[in-house]
């Protein structure tokens, strides 16, 4: 769909990147680190200084007591991670509950993995998790459970009753939960709740998320992986197959990120700045004749636009970037049934105020034309 926003002209909410810049202070840091040479490979599993800049953040933000040297792995991005936690963890016919709407990769790392994906479908409008659900998924192979809180691409952030739910269902069933937890730092209303802090999953989870989005570096690959001292092992073995080490002097750069250095304050701003940018564009899709919820966390809107067009959401996506010059991604990326998305497509906020300005209105210009 970057494709297609290009050619059209298109403003681009289908692709999640921002467009606005790093922070300066990150980009100081890259570039000290370079200049000071480090510039050859960095320790595997992730320089030390990373580790235990990890290590401190879990600690600090959620009482999370983690070993830098036996449960930290830093890997080239959060993509990565979770390629190398599934090869590691699946054996053939394994299977692993995903709960969707999902991010796209978590069906194909399965299957890379030679495990099976057995999808949990969730009901919109409110995608709640619920542990009699999930117990009708688990089978005598599944091994574990997926979930990214907040969601990409609903904007859902699962509660602590829906987490203490997977909770129960995990140690019923001996289960591992591996959370993909890159968008930790933006969460609308309420404490991000890792579910590795809730009792008795602290051995059984691996919890995944890396720098791309709190820090607006998406481009630099910087994942990490938190996961008990036994899980990591194997974790550790096939990354270092898998890309041998994440960027040696952007892990310089992560390190003063996860640090104290970037102050609450920065935190504090970069939500205050995404709710904004939430808030606009959800009314303007919803005056364009969209039907959606406020996302809770992360920076998407999955839309539902049923009352404005039949087309299926591969063509409506396509006529969006053309006519009305604005592009999403179709919603039946996010689902293994691809009807389920049929009348779904996704945007993105993580883009300047001028950006989703001038894409609202574009889309009450279309939506004036009644196309």
């Not at 919109?124 to 688990?138: F, H, M, N, W």
């Not at 389920?340 to 883009?351: D, P």
């Amino acid at each position: 769909m970057t494709r297609v926003s290009d050619e059209a002209g298109a403003v681009n909410l289908a692709q999640g990147f921002p467009d606005f810049p790093a922070p300066g202070v990150l980009k100081d840091e890259a570039c000290r680190a370079i200049h000071e040479d480090v510039n050859q490979y960095a320790m595997t599993w992730g320089s030390p200084r990373l580790r235990h800049a990890l290590s401190g953040w879990y600690e600090r933000r959620y009482g999370m007591a983690v070993d830098p040297d036996r449960e930290i792995t830093v890997t080239c991005g959060a993509t990565e991670a979770m390629a190398s936690v599934f090869l590691a963890l699946f054996d053939p016919e394994d299977e692993v509950i995903v709960p969707e709407p999902f991010y796209e990769n978590y069906g194909p790392d399965a299957i890379l993995a030679g495990a099976r994906p057995r999808f949990l479908s969730l009901a919109p409008p409110d995608y709640r998790l619920t542990p009699d659900r999930i117990r009708e998924s688990v089978g005598p192979r599944t091994r574990a459970i997926v979930l990214n809180t907040p969601n990409n691409p609903t904007g859902r952030a699962f509660s602590r009753s829906e987490l203490e739910g997977v909770a129960d269902v995990c140690r019923e069933h001996d289960l591992v939960a591996i959370t993909d937890e890159i968008y930790e730092c933006l969460r609308y209303e309420g404490p991000h709740i890792p579910i590795a802090t809730l009792p008795g999953m602290s051995d059984r989870t691996i919890t995944v998320s890396g720098i791309s989005k709190t820090f607006s570096v998406t481009g630099w690959r910087v994942g990490t992986v938190v996961a008990p001292e036994d899980l990591t092992g194997a974790i550790r073995k096939v990354h270092d197959f898998l890309t041998v080490g994440a960027p040696a002097p952007l892990q310089e750069a992560a390190a003063y990120a996860y640090g104290e250095d970037m102050g609450e304050a920065y935190f504090d701003e970069l939500l205050s700045r995404y709710r904004s940018r939430r808030d606009l564009l959800v009314e303007g899709l919803r005056e364009a004749g969209f039907i959606c919820g406020i996302p809770e966390g992360a920076y998407y809107i999955l839309a539902d636009f049923s009352e404005i067009s039949a087309e299926g959401d591969h063509s409506f996506a396509r006529t969006l970037a053309r006519e009305a010059g604005v592009a999403p991604v179709p919603g039946s990326s996010f689902f293994h049934d691809p009807e389920l998305g049929r009348s779904l497509v996704r945007f993105t906020f993580c883009k300047e105020m001028e950006t989703l300005e001038e894409a609202v209105t574009r889309l009450r210009t279309f939506a004036g034309a009644g196309v």
